[in-house]
């Protein structure tokens, strides 16, 4: 979980998933006060020029050359070890000049889910990339965001270890 200087909680799996939207229409903020994010809708060049509050920073989103990137990456250090028929075939259809970089990245997506195997795998290692990106992009916010781990409320070690480390967190006390 991630925490802002006040003590409120980055809303981790938006922001998350507004670097992964592909949709150009959209714009994400996060707001680095109350840790929300705020989707707005791109308006026509003609209206009137959004006028964004302070506290609100754009979420950037990951571009698709950058996913194609960890789709490749994927194929040749994950897939190729198993089934080097199937990771060629992605590196193929991903340097395919007859169709956009987009329609080969989600072909490439649809062979992992035809193969059920790698669909998990390929979620974890977007998702892995993703954070990365997150957690670096928190470094340039002119706010401080601590990594603070959630742990396991049900577990008794860890209410025991956390009340020690955390002392001032409701949630984590014993």
């Excluded at 603070?148 to 409701?170: M, N, Q, T, V």
Aim: glycine share 4%; charged share 35%.
């Amino acid at each position: 979980m991630f925490v802002l200087e006040n003590k409120n909680v980055v809303d981790e799996e938006c922001v998350l998933d507004a670097m992964n939207n592909d949709d150009g229409d959209l714009i994400f903020y996060l707001d680095i006060e109350s840790g929300a994010v705020i989707r707005r809708i791109k308006m026509a060049k003609d209206t009137v020029k959004y006028q964004k509050p302070k506290n609100y920073y754009e979420i950037p989103k990951i571009v698709m050359a950058e996913k194609i990137g960890w789709v490749k990456e994927f194929a040749k250090e994950i897939i190729e070890m198993e089934d080097k028929t199937l990771s060629e075939v992605i590196i193929d259809v991903l340097e395919d000049e007859k169709i956009s970089d987009e329609e080969g990245y989600y072909k490439s997506i649809s062979l992992f889910e035809k193969n059920n195997s790698w669909i998990h795998g390929w979620d974890q290692w977007e998702r892995d990339n993703l954070y990365d990106k997150m957690e670096n992009w928190f470094e340039t916010l002119p706010v401080k965001v601590d990594d603070r781990w959630e742990g396991f409320d049900d577990c008794g070690l860890y209410k025991s270890i956390a009340s020690s480390l955390f002392p001032s967190s409701s949630k984590n006390s014993a």
